[in-house]
């Protein structure tokens, strides 16, 4: 299983981000799929989760209405559209899969958001 993040980097206050995380070595269309985020001295939190089958999303109140989570089962592919950024979303995000009998970690992707 592997998750390779992307898309990160250093936006302005009140740009945008698009964050991508293409998923290999598993039945991507079968698992719902979610991002997290850490910011420096803080625990990992939930940003967003999305269902197998996309028809499902939920997200921290942080990020609601700024952030949209999405994917593409064609593309075993999971997105991140990070709108209206705030320095407070500075953090590394990370993808993530679960699972039984474990659970998996993409490597992160650092945003930036700082004028």
């Known amino acids: 299983v592997q998750l390779v993040e992307s898309g990160g980097g250093l936006v302005q206050p009140g740009g945008s981000l698009r964050l991508s995380c293409a998923a290999s070595g598993f039945t991507f269309r079968s698992y719902f799929m979610s991002w997290y985020r850490q910011a420096p001295g803080k625990e990992r939190e939930l940003v967003a989760v999305?269902?197998?089958?996309?028809?499902?999303?939920n997200y921290a109140d942080s990020v609601k209405g700024r952030f949209t989570i999405s994917r593409d089962n064609a593309k075993n592919t999971v997105y991140l559209q990070m709108n209206s950024l705030k320095p407070e979303d500075t953090a590394v995000y990370y993808c993530?899969?679960?699972?039984?009998?474990?659970?998996?970690w993409g490597q992160g992707t650092q945003v930036t958001v700082s004028s």
């Open positions: 993530y899969r679960p699972g039984v009998p474990r659970d998996y």
């Open positions: 999305i269902s197998s089958a996309g028809g499902s999303t």
